[in-house]
């Protein structure tokens, strides 16, 4: 997979090579090893570009497994940073306190999901959640257009979504069908953003779910659908995605936070230490530039000193994909807990 956009103008290299993870332009040498998501790996792509310029002998490799694929690999101490398009599950958690593993989690920015169509696609402007739901439940029998509202064309439906090894997957089903992992299985998967991509630019008939940086690189290819989530509190019904709405929470329920996990032993190593810092230092400038949506300041800050402080464990209880949640929220009141904690 190719980054999002083709490069930083200079006045933004300029800027992050005046700031970044300790220590001096170059000092620092090793290896960094990240996978898992391919939402967040445009992100990652981004800042691992930017650091490995102030630090040219620190090789930082970044895979594309899916965020399940990739915990999978994290757990087994295969790599020392996961992306992740949704908190760490349950069982992911059970595993890791079995191999012994502690991780480290932080909240890198918010994405949405957008809901897409084929550009020739007339007869659909807005959908509400209750549609979706029908659409994508467990056993659905929604095949034609017609059948999810009658004044739709008697035309297929194709569904095109991520992978079940994708968090973008986890969260759409826990936020659309009320439960993580749940969906009817005829559609066409992948755990490639840009397959989806052509896949639905392809089909006059498709509808599908990206994250919206991908909908935002190829806005000529795809038209994108407004969500009402039935929530007068939210807007004036359909919202279309965009990063005042993600940001705003008026996009619901599709708007999410997006992470990466550390090993809390790797974030000892002075490589992983700084790279960890500088990504948590540039995420704000950075992830406007590949799509993203900027946590508020003082969440990068509170994100910041978790890592300082190696502060283990999920602000989500481990609990995996959650809705409506706001990062800051958690992490301030960790920070509130923790100092209450210290004598």
Same mark, same amino acid.
């Given at each position: 997979?190719?980054?999002?956009?083709?490069?930083?103008?200079?006045?933004?290299?300029?800027?992050?090579?005046?700031?970044?993870?300790? !220590?001096?332009?170059?000092?620092?040498?090793?290896?960094?090893?990240?996978?898992?998501?391919?939402?967040?790996?445009?992100?990652?792509?981004?800042?691992?570009?930017?650091?490995?310029?102030?630090?040219? !002998?620190?090789?930082?490799?970044? !895979?594309?497994?899916?965020?399940?694929?990739?915990?999978?690999?994290?757990?087994?101490?295969?790599?020392?940073?996961?992306?992740?398009?949704?908190?760490?599950?349950?069982?992911?958690?059970?595993?890791?306190?079995?191999?012994? #593993?502690?991780?480290? *989690?932080?909240?890198?920015?918010?994405? !949405?999901?957008?809901?897409?169509?084929?550009?020739?696609?007339?007869?659909?402007?807005?959908?509400?959640?209750?549609?979706?739901?029908?659409?994508?439940?467990?056993?659905?029998?929604?095949?034609?257009?017609?059948?999810?509202?009658?004044?739709?064309?008697?035309?297929?439906?194709?569904?095109?979504?991520?992978?079940?090894?994708?968090?973008?997957?986890?969260?759409?089903?826990?936020?659309?069908?009320?439960?993580?992992?749940?969906?009817?299985?005829?559609?066409?998967?992948?755990?490639?953003?840009?397959?989806?991509?052509?896949?639905?630019?392809?089909?006059?008939?498709?509808?599908?779910?990206?994250?919206?940086?991908?909908?935002?690189?190829?806005?000529?290819?795809?038209?994108?659908?407004?969500?009402?989530?039935?929530?007068?509190?939210?807007?004036?019904?359909?919202?279309?995605?965009?990063?005042?709405?993600?940001?705003?929470?008026?996009?619901?329920?599709?708007?999410?936070?997006?992470?990466?996990?550390?090993?809390?032993?790797?974030?000892?190593?002075?490589?992983?230490?700084?790279?960890?810092?500088?990504? #948590?230092?540039?995420?704000?400038?950075?992830?406007?530039?590949?799509?993203?949506?900027?946590?508020?300041?003082?969440?990068? +800050?509170?994100?910041?000193?978790?890592?300082?402080?190696?502060? +283990?464990?999920?602000?989500?209880?481990?609990?995996?994909?959650?809705?409506?949640?706001?990062?800051?929220?958690?992490?301030?009141?960790?920070?509130?807990?923790? *100092?209450?904690?210290?004598?």
């Amino acid at each position: 997979m190719q980054r999002l956009t083709g490069g930083l103008s200079a006045a933004l290299v300029l800027l992050l090579a005046g700031c970044g993870g300790g !220590g001096q332009t170059g000092q620092l040498s090793g290896l960094v090893r990240v996978d898992g998501s391919s939402t967040v790996y445009p992100l990652t792509e981004a800042v691992a570009e930017e650091f490995m310029k102030q630090y040219p !002998g620190v090789q930082v490799t970044v !895979g594309i497994s899916g965020t399940g694929g990739g915990f999978s690999r994290f757990l087994r101490k295969e790599t020392d940073i996961n992306n992740a398009s949704r908190p760490i599950r349950p069982v992911e958690d059970s595993l890791a306190r079995q191999n012994g #593993l502690q991780y480290i *989690e932080l909240p890198v920015a918010y994405d !949405g999901l957008a809901v897409v169509v084929h550009p020739q696609n007339d007869w659909v402007e807005c959908l509400t959640v209750e549609e979706l739901r029908r659409m994508w439940e467990p056993g659905s029998q929604i095949t034609r257009w017609n059948q999810v509202r009658p004044s739709f064309p008697d035309r297929p439906l194709n569904l095109y979504g991520a992978g079940t090894d994708s968090g973008t997957y986890d969260y759409f089903t826990a936020a659309i069908v009320g439960q993580e992992h749940a969906s009817r299985a005829d559609f066409t998967a992948s755990e490639d953003d840009n397959v989806l991509v052509q896949g639905v630019s392809g089909d006059p008939n498709a509808l599908g779910f990206i994250p919206l940086a991908y909908y935002e690189e190829n806005m000529d290819k795809l038209k994108v659908v407004a969500i009402d989530d039935g929530n007068p509190n939210n807007g004036e019904g359909c919202i279309l995605p965009s990063a005042e709405t993600v940001n705003n929470g008026t996009y619901q329920p599709l708007s999410r936070p997006i992470f990466i996990y550390v090993n809390a032993e790797r974030a000892n190593d002075p490589t992983v230490a700084a790279f960890v810092e500088f990504y #948590l230092q540039q995420a704000a400038v950075l992830a406007p530039e590949v799509g993203y949506v900027p946590l508020a300041a003082e969440a990068y +800050t509170l994100a910041l000193e978790r890592f300082q402080k190696r502060l +283990t464990g999920s602000i989500f209880g481990g609990k995996g994909s959650q809705v409506g949640v706001r990062v800051a929220d958690l992490l301030r009141l960790e920070q509130q807990s923790t *100092e209450a904690n210290t004598p």
